[in-house]
């Protein structure tokens, strides 16, 4: 299925520089959503949720391409990320609709991971609580 797909083209290095960019990313994307909404209603923590992997899906391709700067010779410096990625267009990535390829289907993944974390129960102690 992914045989055509670009991350193929890079070099082992390049690869695994992609895959740790990738990885620590998701990381921060789903301690944003558990660390910012954590004491927030279930469907607070839902709707933010889906805004950030909304944010997500429209500014990360300006962090890829930086680190495809780096990895490739004569791209120009430009910004990639304008305008905004349509909510829908976003959202269709939650069900595998858009492109076939690794990347599309690592934001659904991320778009899962956000929505679940946003239903998981804060832990911690009402102390804690207060001390925020």
Do not use: C
């Amino acid at each position: 299925m992914y045989e055509q797909d670009s991350f193929f083209d890079l070099t082992p290095l390049g690869q695994a520089g992609l895959v740790v960019i990738s990885a620590t990313l998701f990381v921060l994307m789903l301690l944003a959503a558990r660390r910012g909404f954590r004491w927030r209603s279930v469907w607070l923590r839902f709707v933010g949720a889906l805004v950030l992997f909304w944010l997500f899906v429209w500014i990360s391709p300006q962090v890829y391409y930086t680190y495809y700067l780096t990895l490739f010779e004569g791209l120009p410096i430009q910004w990639v990320i304008w305008p905004p990625a349509s909510p829908v267009e976003a959202f269709g990535l939650l069900f595998f609709q858009g492109p076939q390829n690794l990347s599309a289907h690592s934001q659904g993944l991320l778009g899962w991971s956000l929505l679940a974390i946003s239903l998981i129960k804060p832990g911690g102690s009402p102390r804690d609580r207060q001390r925020e």
